[in-house]
T-cell receptor, first 113, second 115 residues
Framework: AQSVTQPDIHITVSEGASLELRCNYS??????LFWYVQSPGQGLQLLLK??????LVQGIKGFEAEFKRSQSSFNLRKPSVHWSDAAEYFCAVGTGNTGKLIFGQGTTLQVKP | DVKVTQSSRYLVKRTGEKVFLECVQDMDHENMFWYRQDPGLGLRLIYF???????EKGDIPEGYSVSREKKERFSLILESASTNQTSMYLC??????????????FGPGTRLLVL
């Protein structure tokens, strides 16, 4: 069965430090992979997505993610975190052209001044 | 600009009440989704619809129904609200992919409290 695991429920980093959020998926075919961000009280906003091609994907707000098929991972990174990045981050795998998504449990990012 | 709107940001209802959550999208998308979001559980799919009057159960449909009479509008119905349905409800829409999976666009969410 398809699934997505985000091993870290909460992460705290200092402003200006680098960030990596982990995501592991289980899916039989080539996956469609997404990272969304949810600011407090808001809906989800797409950060980036991977369908095929270059395994390093650039997104909005300075985020990037790398697809590693051998590790079934799609980790999100940012070289220097800003206080405004404090939010909840969701990794998701797409199941086909119905547009259905399977989400991970989410990782809450706290940024220390 | 892409727009998915939900009728209420906050809602307080009593146990046993019938509750309607409305979602409207202006992108002419065929596919629409209802999720509930609970801490530690991420988003779980309740129902989705890939066309007017068409619906399919998601992972947690029990206690919910849906209605899609017009392409732009997708309603979630709690026939008899219970306290365990207190949650954040998120609506999303997307177009069917042509060999790829298109992005889902989300509304701001409705936080429902059932007393």
């Amino acid at each position: 069965a398809q699934s997505v695991t985000q091993p870290d429920i909460h992460i705290t980093v200092s402003e200006g430090a680098s960030l990596e959020l982990r995501c592991n998926y289980s899916y039989g075919a080539t996956p469609y992979l997404f990272w969304y961000v949810q600011s407090p009280g808001q809906g989800l906003q797409l950060l980036l997505k991977y369908f095929s091609g270059d395994t390093l994907v650039q997104g909005i707000k300075g985020f990037e993610a790398e697809f590693k098929r051998s590790q079934s991972s799609f980790n999100l990174r940012k070289p220097s975190v800003h206080w405004s990045d404090a939010a909840e981050y969701f990794c998701a795998v797409g199941t086909g052209n119905t547009g259905k998504l399977i989400f991970g449990q989410g990782t809450t990012l706290q940024v220390k001044p | 600009d892409v727009k998915v709107t939900q009728s209420s940001r906050y809602l307080v209802k009593r146990t046993g009440e019938k509750v309607f959550l409305e979602c409207v999208q202006d992108m002419d998308h065929e596919n629409m989704f209802w999720y509930r979001q609970d801490p530690g559980l991420g988003l779980r799919l309740i129902y989705f619809s890939y066309d007017v009057k068409m619906k399919e159960k998601g992972d947690i449909p029990e206690g919910y129904s849906v209605s899609r009479e017009k392409k732009e509008r997708f309603s979630l119905i709690l026939e008899s609200a219970s306290t365990n349905q207190t949650s954040m409800y998120l609506c999303a829409s997307t177009s069917p992919g042509q060999g790829v999976q298109e992005t889902q666009y989300f509304g701001p969410g409705t936080r429902l409290l059932v007393l």
